[in-house]
Protein backbone atom coordinates (compact mmCIF):
# COMPACT_ATOMS: atom_id res chain seq x y z
CA UNK A 1 0.00 0.00 0.00
CA UNK A 2 1.07 3.45 -0.77
CA UNK A 3 2.06 5.31 2.04
CA UNK A 4 -0.60 8.33 1.39
CA UNK A 5 -3.52 5.86 1.45
CA UNK A 6 -2.30 4.22 4.25
CA UNK A 7 -1.46 7.39 6.36
CA UNK A 8 -5.50 8.48 4.89
CA UNK A 9 -6.39 4.76 6.55
CA UNK A 10 -4.35 5.79 9.62
CA UNK A 11 -6.24 9.01 10.42
CA UNK A 12 -9.43 6.81 10.11
CA UNK A 13 -8.47 4.78 12.64
CA UNK A 14 -7.72 7.88 14.67
CA UNK A 15 -10.89 9.34 14.45
CA UNK A 16 -12.10 6.00 15.31
CA UNK A 17 -10.29 5.70 17.97
CA UNK A 18 -10.48 9.37 19.08
CA UNK A 19 -14.17 8.93 18.94
CA UNK A 20 -13.81 5.72 21.67
CA UNK A 21 -12.15 7.51 23.81
CA UNK A 22 -14.39 10.49 23.89
CA UNK A 23 -17.51 8.17 24.26
CA UNK A 24 -15.69 5.97 26.78
CA UNK A 25 -13.50 7.83 29.09
CA UNK A 26 -13.73 11.29 28.70
CA UNK A 27 -17.73 12.14 28.00
CA UNK A 28 -17.28 15.26 26.20
CA UNK A 29 -19.08 16.07 23.22
CA UNK A 30 -16.81 15.62 19.51
CA UNK A 31 -17.23 16.51 15.88
CA UNK A 32 -14.57 16.13 13.29
CA UNK A 33 -13.42 17.11 10.14
CA UNK A 34 -11.31 15.37 7.24
CA UNK A 35 -7.99 15.45 7.82
CA UNK A 36 -5.71 17.11 5.20
CA UNK A 37 -1.48 17.51 5.13
CA UNK A 38 -0.66 20.54 7.33
CA UNK A 39 3.13 22.16 6.80
CA UNK A 40 4.78 22.33 10.11
CA UNK A 41 5.19 26.00 10.07
CA UNK A 42 1.03 25.97 10.61
CA UNK A 43 1.54 24.89 13.91
CA UNK A 44 1.30 26.73 16.65
CA UNK A 45 0.06 25.23 19.69
CA UNK A 46 -0.14 25.43 23.33
CA UNK A 47 0.55 21.37 24.61
CA UNK A 48 1.81 18.68 22.66
CA UNK A 49 1.56 15.27 23.33
CA UNK A 50 3.51 12.74 21.46
CA UNK A 51 3.55 8.98 21.14
CA UNK A 52 6.10 7.37 18.73
CA UNK A 53 5.70 3.42 17.44
CA UNK A 54 8.38 1.56 15.56
CA UNK A 55 8.06 -1.64 13.58
CA UNK A 56 7.62 -1.99 10.17
CA UNK A 57 6.40 1.38 9.91
CA UNK A 58 7.63 4.16 12.48
CA UNK A 59 6.22 7.35 13.24
CA UNK A 60 4.41 9.94 15.63
CA UNK A 61 1.00 10.20 16.54
CA UNK A 62 0.63 14.08 18.50
CA UNK A 63 -1.77 15.91 19.99
CA UNK A 64 -2.16 19.59 19.68
CA UNK A 65 -4.21 21.44 21.57
CA UNK A 66 -4.89 24.72 23.77
CA UNK A 67 -3.90 25.28 27.52
CA UNK A 68 -7.48 25.88 28.13
CA UNK A 69 -8.80 22.78 26.20
CA UNK A 70 -6.09 20.62 28.55
CA UNK A 71 -7.14 22.11 31.68
CA UNK A 72 -10.52 20.64 30.40
CA UNK A 73 -9.63 17.05 29.53
CA UNK A 74 -7.72 17.04 32.88
CA UNK A 75 -10.48 18.41 34.67
CA UNK A 76 -13.47 16.06 33.31
CA UNK A 77 -11.49 13.03 33.60
CA UNK A 78 -10.10 13.73 37.27
CA UNK A 79 -14.08 14.93 38.13
CA UNK A 80 -13.10 17.76 39.48
CA UNK A 81 -12.24 21.62 38.58
CA UNK A 82 -8.48 22.18 37.61
CA UNK A 83 -7.76 25.74 37.36
CA UNK A 84 -3.56 25.58 37.02
CA UNK A 85 -1.35 23.96 34.63
CA UNK A 86 -0.03 21.09 37.17
CA UNK A 87 1.98 18.27 36.53
CA UNK A 88 -1.72 16.22 36.80
CA UNK A 89 -3.12 18.22 33.73
CA UNK A 90 0.40 17.18 31.65
CA UNK A 91 -0.54 13.76 32.95
CA UNK A 92 -4.04 13.51 31.70
CA UNK A 93 -3.05 14.51 28.27
CA UNK A 94 -0.21 11.83 28.13
CA UNK A 95 -2.34 9.17 28.94
CA UNK A 96 -4.93 10.56 26.26
CA UNK A 97 -2.12 10.83 23.95
CA UNK A 98 -1.76 7.28 24.81
CA UNK A 99 -4.67 5.58 24.37
CA UNK A 100 -5.41 6.88 21.14
CA UNK A 101 -2.04 6.19 19.59
CA UNK A 102 -2.54 2.80 21.26
CA UNK A 103 -5.67 1.94 19.66
CA UNK A 104 -4.18 2.80 16.50
CA UNK A 105 -1.53 0.65 17.14
CA UNK A 106 -3.53 -2.50 17.89
CA UNK A 107 -5.11 -1.77 14.07
CA UNK A 108 -1.70 -1.04 12.85
CA UNK A 109 -0.20 -4.39 14.51
CA UNK A 110 -2.86 -6.37 13.01
CA UNK A 111 -2.08 -5.28 9.15
CA UNK A 112 1.73 -5.05 9.71
CA UNK A 113 3.36 -7.15 12.55
CA UNK A 114 4.07 -6.55 15.65
CA UNK A 115 4.83 -2.62 16.60
CA UNK A 116 6.12 -0.88 19.91
CA UNK A 117 5.18 2.16 21.47
CA UNK A 118 6.75 5.01 23.24
CA UNK A 119 5.68 6.09 26.95
CA UNK A 120 3.94 9.77 25.87
CA UNK A 121 5.87 12.78 26.13
CA UNK A 122 4.03 16.33 26.86
CA UNK A 123 5.45 19.68 26.17
CA UNK A 124 3.74 22.61 27.63
CA UNK A 125 4.43 25.82 26.51
CA UNK A 126 2.46 29.17 24.81
CA UNK A 127 2.24 29.43 20.93
CA UNK A 128 4.57 26.74 20.82
CA UNK A 129 5.96 25.31 17.22
CA UNK A 130 7.45 22.43 15.28
CA UNK A 131 10.72 22.56 13.32
CA UNK A 132 12.40 19.27 12.53
CA UNK A 133 15.62 19.76 11.41
CA UNK A 134 17.82 17.17 9.48
CA UNK A 135 21.08 18.74 8.65
CA UNK A 136 23.36 16.77 11.43
CA UNK A 137 25.10 13.75 10.12
CA UNK A 138 23.90 11.32 12.94
CA UNK A 139 20.16 11.41 12.79
CA UNK A 140 18.23 8.36 14.68
CA UNK A 141 15.20 6.94 12.58
CA UNK A 142 13.04 7.08 15.14
CA UNK A 143 13.02 10.72 16.15
CA UNK A 144 11.15 13.14 14.86
CA UNK A 145 14.10 14.59 12.95
CA UNK A 146 13.79 12.11 10.12
CA UNK A 147 10.76 13.51 9.27
CA UNK A 148 12.20 17.13 8.43
CA UNK A 149 10.31 18.08 5.74
CA UNK A 150 7.86 15.85 5.70
CA UNK A 151 4.27 17.52 6.53
CA UNK A 152 1.57 16.36 9.22
CA UNK A 153 -1.24 14.28 8.31
CA UNK A 154 -3.61 16.37 10.47
CA UNK A 155 -7.44 15.88 11.90
CA UNK A 156 -9.26 18.52 13.59
CA UNK A 157 -11.57 17.95 15.55
CA UNK A 158 -14.12 20.51 18.38
CA UNK A 159 -15.35 19.33 21.52
CA UNK A 160 -16.53 21.72 24.47
CA UNK A 161 -16.14 24.87 21.53
CA UNK A 162 -12.19 24.15 21.58
CA UNK A 163 -10.37 22.84 18.69
CA UNK A 164 -7.41 20.52 18.97
CA UNK A 165 -5.60 18.37 16.22
CA UNK A 166 -4.29 15.06 16.08
CA UNK A 167 -1.70 14.58 13.63
CA UNK A 168 0.48 11.46 12.19
CA UNK A 169 3.94 11.26 10.54
CA UNK A 170 4.95 7.95 9.43
CA UNK A 171 7.35 6.26 7.21
CA UNK A 172 8.49 2.77 6.55
CA UNK A 173 11.56 1.62 8.09
CA UNK A 174 14.41 0.48 6.88
CA UNK A 175 14.36 -3.29 6.23
CA UNK B 1 -11.08 -7.12 53.62
CA UNK B 2 -9.86 -6.35 49.44
CA UNK B 3 -6.64 -5.13 49.08
CA UNK B 4 -6.19 -3.87 45.32
CA UNK B 5 -2.86 -2.82 43.93
CA UNK B 6 -2.75 -0.58 40.84
CA UNK B 7 0.45 -0.61 38.92
CA UNK B 8 0.19 2.70 36.38
CA UNK B 9 2.74 4.94 34.99
CA UNK B 10 -0.45 7.55 35.31
CA UNK B 11 -1.45 8.70 38.34
CA UNK B 12 -4.70 10.31 36.74
CA UNK B 13 -5.16 6.70 35.45
CA UNK B 14 -5.03 5.26 38.98
CA UNK B 15 -7.34 7.79 40.12
CA UNK B 16 -9.79 7.02 37.20
CA UNK B 17 -9.43 3.08 38.31
CA UNK B 18 -10.07 4.20 42.05
CA UNK B 19 -12.93 5.98 41.35
CA UNK B 20 -14.47 3.61 38.64
CA UNK B 21 -14.23 0.90 41.45
CA UNK B 22 -15.70 2.96 44.20
CA UNK B 23 -18.61 4.08 42.62
CA UNK B 24 -19.20 0.22 40.87
CA UNK B 25 -20.11 -1.46 44.14
CA UNK B 26 -17.42 -4.01 43.88
CA UNK B 27 -15.94 -4.52 47.47
CA UNK B 28 -12.48 -3.13 48.00
CA UNK B 29 -10.68 -1.87 51.45
CA UNK B 30 -7.50 -0.48 50.03
CA UNK B 31 -5.67 0.57 47.32
CA UNK B 32 -2.20 -0.06 46.91
CA UNK B 33 -0.36 2.26 43.68
CA UNK B 34 2.88 1.42 41.85
CA UNK B 35 4.38 3.62 39.44
CA UNK B 36 6.32 0.98 37.46
CA UNK B 37 6.96 -2.93 37.30
CA UNK B 38 9.42 -2.67 39.69
CA UNK B 39 7.69 -1.08 42.17
CA UNK B 40 4.90 -2.98 41.76
CA UNK B 41 7.16 -5.64 42.62
CA UNK B 42 7.82 -4.71 45.82
CA UNK B 43 4.56 -3.95 47.04
CA UNK B 44 3.33 -7.09 45.90
CA UNK B 45 5.57 -8.63 47.36
CA UNK B 46 5.37 -6.45 50.79
CA UNK B 47 1.74 -5.84 50.68
CA UNK B 48 -0.98 -8.60 51.79
CA UNK B 49 -2.64 -8.08 47.89
CA UNK B 50 -5.86 -9.49 46.76
CA UNK B 51 -5.87 -8.27 42.90
CA UNK B 52 -3.26 -6.47 40.84
CA UNK B 53 -4.32 -4.14 38.35
CA UNK B 54 -1.26 -3.57 35.91
CA UNK B 55 -0.44 -1.39 33.00
CA UNK B 56 1.70 -2.76 29.80
CA UNK B 57 3.99 0.23 28.94
CA UNK B 58 5.77 1.51 31.89
CA UNK B 59 9.26 2.70 32.57
CA UNK B 60 11.59 0.92 34.38
CA UNK B 61 9.85 -2.44 34.22
CA UNK B 62 6.94 -3.09 31.88
CA UNK B 63 3.61 -4.59 33.23
CA UNK B 64 4.30 -7.92 31.15
CA UNK B 65 8.03 -8.25 32.98
CA UNK B 66 6.07 -7.62 36.43
CA UNK B 67 3.79 -10.34 35.51
CA UNK B 68 6.54 -12.70 34.61
CA UNK B 69 8.77 -11.59 37.53
CA UNK B 70 6.18 -12.21 40.09
CA UNK B 71 4.81 -15.95 38.60
CA UNK B 72 8.39 -16.96 38.03
CA UNK B 73 9.07 -16.08 41.93
CA UNK B 74 6.93 -18.23 43.06
CA UNK B 75 5.03 -15.88 45.80
CA UNK B 76 1.17 -14.22 45.32
CA UNK B 77 0.20 -17.23 42.87
CA UNK B 78 -2.96 -17.55 43.83
CA UNK B 79 -3.68 -13.14 43.73
CA UNK B 80 -4.91 -12.68 40.20
CA UNK B 81 -3.32 -10.32 37.89
CA UNK B 82 -6.14 -8.52 35.88
CA UNK B 83 -3.78 -6.08 32.96
CA UNK B 84 -5.28 -2.70 31.92
CA UNK B 85 -3.24 -1.49 28.71
CA UNK B 86 -3.68 0.43 25.23
CA UNK B 87 -1.89 -2.79 24.18
CA UNK B 88 -5.12 -4.41 22.81
CA UNK B 89 -3.47 -7.17 20.13
CA UNK B 90 -4.29 -10.88 20.25
CA UNK B 91 -0.71 -11.44 20.41
CA UNK B 92 0.03 -9.15 23.15
CA UNK B 93 -3.51 -10.82 25.14
CA UNK B 94 -2.00 -14.59 24.63
CA UNK B 95 1.41 -13.63 26.10
CA UNK B 96 -0.30 -12.06 29.26
CA UNK B 97 -1.93 -15.26 29.64
CA UNK B 98 0.69 -17.01 29.17
CA UNK B 99 2.78 -15.40 31.45
CA UNK B 100 0.51 -15.92 34.19
CA UNK B 101 -1.96 -12.87 33.98
CA UNK B 102 -5.48 -13.85 34.49
CA UNK B 103 -7.62 -10.97 32.81
CA UNK B 104 -7.12 -8.45 30.19
CA UNK B 105 -9.42 -4.80 29.73
CA UNK B 106 -8.43 -2.57 27.13
CA UNK B 107 -8.24 1.40 27.69
CA UNK B 108 -9.90 3.17 27.19
CA UNK B 109 -13.14 1.47 29.05
CA UNK B 110 -16.69 2.23 30.95
CA UNK B 111 -17.20 1.85 34.27
CA UNK B 112 -19.38 -0.98 33.66
CA UNK B 113 -16.62 -2.89 31.44
CA UNK B 114 -14.31 -2.35 34.24
CA UNK B 115 -17.26 -3.96 36.37
CA UNK B 116 -17.52 -6.73 34.81
CA UNK B 117 -13.88 -7.26 34.43
CA UNK B 118 -13.18 -6.98 37.92
CA UNK B 119 -16.31 -8.49 39.26
CA UNK B 120 -14.65 -11.75 38.45
CA UNK B 121 -12.24 -10.83 41.28
CA UNK B 122 -14.45 -9.15 43.80
CA UNK B 123 -17.76 -9.41 45.61
CA UNK B 124 -20.09 -6.81 44.74
CA UNK B 125 -22.09 -4.77 47.69
Known amino acids: ?175 | MPKVLIIDDSAVMRKIIQRNIQQSGLIVDEFVEAGDGREGLEKATSHNIDLILCDWNMPNMTGIDFVKALRGSGQKNNVPIVMVTTEGSEAKVEEAKNSGANGYLTKPFTPEQLKSKLGNFLLVK
Open chain 1, 1 to 175: MALESMMESISLDITDATKTLFETMIMMDLKYDEASLVDDTQIKTDIIGLVSFTGKYHGVIALFCSKKFALKIASTMLMTELTEFTSEVKDAIGEVSNMIAGNVKTKLTAQYGEMHLSIPIVIAGEGLSITAVNNHPVVSDTTLSCFSKDPWLMTPFISNNEKFNIGLLLKESNK
